[in-house]
């Protein structure tokens, strides 16, 4: 075989290999259109190789006329896809030169197949042979064809196009790129265009031999390609390594890592998340498998955390239970952030979920144990009341007692005096209602209620405790004055936690003015507007308080014969709870001052009552 054969056909085959690979290589990433255009451009690097070698094989100026007509296919191949190349690949040179470029091309095509034998031939007269690598080959004579000056031009544009490009390149930092790529295609297109200028205007008789140097350029750009397809396969690696990592760190700390792609609705757990969600550790896991997981109390309040964090692009934690195939109930906090694709579009949302069981279950045996100590200590305050309720349970019952013997009376003679038995039933119904109040006032302050949250009205809370303790205030000669904000905005709390808290206040300042001269017991019960906030304040005319107004606030600090010291410590555990806070001053003149402040409903509770319905309710106190 001819050394022309064995290169020509080698430069071939070889291109067409490199075109097979990186067309599979596209076939499995879509996305990466390089690889296509790659693939392209080295098939139209192994079309002009056989046309070439047509060309030399040639034995009448016919078959060289139609070998270079159809030349000039792969070679319009070739450069429309270096150019796109040139534009996707290294995301440079100026879009409308890119298009004049292409522009030019295709109208050379359509002037190869249209006007005279070929683009360079107007006609082929004859052939010459000539030696190369030892034995002799084809080269056409003929009349040159002008319409070649639009292919010329166009080899200029392109040189224009790639330097530009290049320089883009080259600023950008990626000189090598710049230099294979950019250097590659200024050396093709250059050895091209004069090759073309010389060979067909009849300046030197040489074969055409573009395949050669195109082979150059597609060995460069196939280098690039590989080193970013080795870059890839790197950087997969290092991924693979650093999730290794992070499982292992989520696993040392406890954690079970999930991630929810969004358009396939699946969501990857590790093997810890999947334990935790009872799941198989091979489980393919649906986003809906998953929510199904949550209590049903629950789901909800996730999903809409979610829908959230999708719609804020923000993070979210949220606490919630989940349960698991057996029925038992376990205690997840999750963390979780959404990751937008390109586009903006929601893709990932990755997150860590970590049982809180056991801190769930210490939580619920503190806030019972604390609401035990508060009930007992509830159930302490109500029986050093006892007596004055006594007292003012007596009232009504009194009253029922003496107005049914005087019904008793009048229904003995004859006729029955019926108008004024109608009259005194009126009255025992209204002394048994008032008798049922107070009963019905002590029996929800004693009852060992669970904690529940509730909108409530301050002023309202203040008015109920006052008419609790109206009575034991009166015997200890205590005056109250009250000034209650009107329309104050409603809180959100714990009614009987609530009424403990005044409870106490309120006792603890009649304690603190028993040494106070008769006629000098003044209570003030006032209640404010504050910023996000309203504020109640329990002032006395007592002796005031220590320097350090804290250590009240100690559990069992008391400076009474029979105080358990306990009272202010629960105060302030039920302002905490209530996201409050109890504080306590001493006042300029004379007394001490607590103030406690709760924070404002959120919008949607109803406004409260005005102080003047609170003081119409309670003549007693508000003087
Ligand atoms: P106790 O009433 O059982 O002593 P508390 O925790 O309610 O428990 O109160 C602790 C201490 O704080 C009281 O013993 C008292 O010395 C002091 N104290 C509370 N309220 C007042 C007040 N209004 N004026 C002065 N001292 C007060």
Same mark, same amino acid.
């Given at each position: 075989?001819?050394?022309?054969?064995?290169?020509?056909?080698?430069?071939?085959?070889?291109?067409?290999?490199?075109?097979?690979?990186?067309?599979?290589?596209?076939c499995?990433?879509?996305?990466?259109?390089?690889?296509?255009?790659?693939?392209?451009?080295?098939?139209?690097?192994?079309?002009?190789?056989f046309?070439?070698?047509?060309?030399?094989? !040639?034995?009448?100026?016919?078959?060289?006329?139609?070998?270079?007509?159809?030349?000039?296919?792969?070679?319009w191949?070739?450069?429309?896809?270096?150019?796109?190349?040139?534009?996707?690949?290294l995301?440079a040179?100026?879009?409308?030169l890119?298009w004049?470029?292409?522009?030019?091309?295709?109208?050379?095509?359509?002037?190869?197949?249209?006007?005279?034998?070929?683009?360079?031939?107007?006609?082929?007269?004859?052939?010459?042979?000539?030696?190369l690598?030892?034995?002799?080959?084809?080269i056409?004579?003929?009349?040159?064809?002008?319409?070649?000056?639009?292919?010329?031009?166009?080899?200029v544009?392109?040189?224009?196009?790639?330097?530009?490009?290049?320089? *883009?390149?080259?600023r950008?930092g990626?000189?090598?790129? !710049?230099?294979?790529?950019?250097?590659?295609?200024?050396?093709?297109a250059?050895?091209g265009?004069?090759?073309?200028?010389?060979?067909?205007?009849?300046?030197?008789?040489?074969?055409i031999?573009?395949?050669?140097?195109?082979?150059?350029l597609?060995?460069a750009?196939?280098?690039?390609?590989?080193?970013?397809?080795?870059?890839?396969?790197?950087?997969?690696?290092?991924?693979r390594?650093?999730e290794?990592?992070?499982t292992?760190?989520?696993?040392?700390?406890?954690?079970?890592?999930?991630?929810w792609?969004?358009?396939?609705?699946?969501?990857w757990g590790?093997?810890?998340?999947?334990?935790?969600?009872?799941?198989a550790?091979?489980?393919n896991?649906?986003?809906?498998?998953?929510?199904?997981?949550?209590?049903?109390d629950?789901r909800?309040?996730?999903?809409?955390?979610?829908?959230?964090?999708?719609? *804020?692009?923000?993070?979210?934690?949220?606490?919630?239970?989940?349960?698991?195939?057996?029925?038992s109930?376990?205690w997840?906090?999750?963390?979780?952030r959404l990751? @937008?694709?390109?586009?903006?579009k929601?893709?990932?949302?990755?997150?860590?979920?970590?049982?809180?069981?056991?801190?769930?279950q @210490?939580?619920?045996?503190?806030?019972?144990?604390?609401?035990?100590?508060?009930?007992?200590s509830?159930?302490?305050?109500?029986s050093?009341?006892?007596?004055?309720?006594a007292?003012?349970?007596?009232?009504?019952?009194?009253?029922?007692?003496?107005?049914?013997?005087?019904?008793?009376e009048?229904?003995?003679?004859?006729?029955?005096v019926?108008?004024?038995?109608?009259?005194?039933?009126a009255d025992?119904?209204?002394?048994?209602?008032?008798?049922a109040?107070?009963?019905?006032r002590?029996? !929800?302050?004693?009852k060992?209620?669970?904690?529940?949250?509730?909108?409530?009205?301050?002023?309202?809370?203040?008015d109920?405790?006052?008419?609790?303790?109206r009575?034991?205030?009166i015997?200890?000669?205590?005056?109250?004055?009250?000034?209650?904000?009107?329309d104050?905005?409603?809180?959100?709390?714990?009614?009987?936690?609530?009424?403990?808290?005044?409870?106490?206040?309120?006792?603890n300042a009649?304690? @603190?003015?028993?040494?106070?001269?008769?006629?000098?017991r003044?209570l003030?019960?006032?209640?404010?507007?504050?910023?996000?906030?309203?504020?109640?304040?329990?002032?006395?005319?007592?002796?005031?308080?220590p320097?350090?107004?804290?250590?009240?606030?100690?559990?069992f600090?008391?400076?009474?014969?029979h105080?358990?010291?306990m009272?202010l410590?629960?105060?302030?555990t039920?302002?905490?709870?209530?996201?409050?806070?109890?504080?306590?001053?001493?006042?300029?003149?004379?007394g001490a001052?607590?103030h406690?402040?709760?924070?404002?409903?959120?919008?949607?509770?109803?406004?409260?009552?005005g102080a003047?319905?609170?003081?119409?309710?309670?003549p007693?106190?508000?003087?």
């Amino acid at each position: 075989m001819s050394w022309v054969t064995i290169i020509w056909s080698m430069t071939a085959s070889a291109c067409l290999t490199l075109a097979a690979i990186h067309l599979l290589v596209w076939c499995q990433r879509r996305a990466v259109w390089a690889d296509l255009l790659f693939a392209l451009a080295a098939t139209g690097t192994a079309g002009l190789a056989f046309c070439e070698l047509a060309m030399m094989r !040639a034995e009448t100026p016919g078959q060289f006329a139609t070998a270079l007509r159809w030349f000039h296919l792969p070679g319009w191949v070739i450069i429309v896809a270096v150019v796109a190349f040139v534009r996707l690949f290294l995301e440079a040179g100026r879009p409308w030169l890119a298009w004049s470029v292409c522009a030019l091309r295709t109208v050379a095509l359509f002037l190869n197949f249209t006007v005279g034998d070929n683009l360079n031939f107007r006609s082929v007269e004859g052939l010459r042979s000539i030696r190369l690598f030892g034995e002799s080959v084809s080269i056409a004579e003929g009349v040159p064809n002008p319409c070649m000056l639009v292919a010329q031009f166009g080899m200029v544009l392109i040189v224009i196009f790639t330097v530009d490009a290049a320089i *883009t390149v080259w600023r950008r930092g990626n000189r090598r790129l !710049a230099l294979t790529v950019g250097g590659g295609i200024v050396f093709v297109a250059l050895v091209g265009l004069s090759q073309g200028v010389l060979r067909f205007w009849g300046v030197v008789h040489a074969p055409i031999t573009a395949s050669l140097s195109f082979t150059v350029l597609v060995v460069a750009m196939g280098y690039e390609l590989s080193r970013e397809t080795l870059r890839a396969a790197r950087l997969s690696e290092e991924l693979r390594d650093s999730e290794a990592r992070l499982t292992l760190a989520a696993e040392a700390a406890g954690f079970g890592v999930w991630m929810w792609t969004v358009d396939t609705n699946t969501v990857w757990g590790s093997e810890r998340w999947l334990r935790l969600f009872g799941f198989a550790p091979d489980a393919n896991v649906s986003f809906e498998q998953a929510i199904q997981r949550i209590h049903p109390d629950d789901r909800e309040r996730v999903k809409s955390a979610i829908r959230l964090a999708m719609e *804020t692009r923000a993070g979210y934690g949220v606490d919630y239970r989940v349960v698991l195939p057996d029925r038992s109930v376990r205690w997840i906090a999750a963390l979780g952030r959404l990751y @937008a694709a390109a586009g903006g579009k929601p893709a990932r949302m990755l997150g860590a979920a970590v049982d809180i069981t056991e801190r769930k279950q @210490a939580e619920q045996d503190l806030l019972q144990q604390r609401n035990e100590l508060a009930h007992l200590s509830r159930v302490t305050t109500v029986s050093a009341l006892s007596g004055s309720l006594a007292h003012e349970l007596n009232q009504p019952l009194g009253i029922i007692l003496s107005n049914a013997q005087a019904a008793q009376e009048l229904l003995q003679q004859d006729p029955p005096v019926l108008t004024d038995v109608r009259e005194i039933l009126a009255d025992i119904v209204a002394a048994d209602r008032r008798a049922a109040e107070i009963i019905q006032r002590l029996r !929800a302050l004693l009852k060992r209620d669970e904690t529940s949250r509730q909108p409530l009205s301050l002023n309202e809370i203040l008015d109920v405790v006052l008419r609790l303790v109206r009575v034991d205030l009166i015997d200890r000669g205590i005056t109250s004055v009250c000034d209650l904000a009107p329309d104050l905005p409603p809180i959100t709390g714990d009614r009987v936690q609530l009424q403990q808290l005044a409870l106490n206040l309120i006792l603890n300042a009649a304690d @603190a003015m028993a040494v106070n001269a008769p006629g000098t017991r003044r209570l003030h019960i006032t209640t404010s507007r504050q910023p996000n906030a309203v504020r109640a304040t329990v002032r006395d005319e007592g002796p005031g308080l220590p320097a350090d107004s804290e250590v009240l606030f100690q559990p069992f600090f008391t400076t009474k014969p029979h105080g358990l010291g306990m009272g202010l410590a629960i105060c302030r555990t039920i302002v905490a709870a209530h996201q409050g806070r109890l504080w306590a001053e001493p006042h300029p003149a004379q007394g001490a001052i607590f103030h406690f402040e709760l924070p404002v409903a959120e919008e949607g509770a109803g406004r409260e009552r005005g102080a003047r319905d609170a003081r119409e309710e309670a003549p007693a106190y508000g003087q």
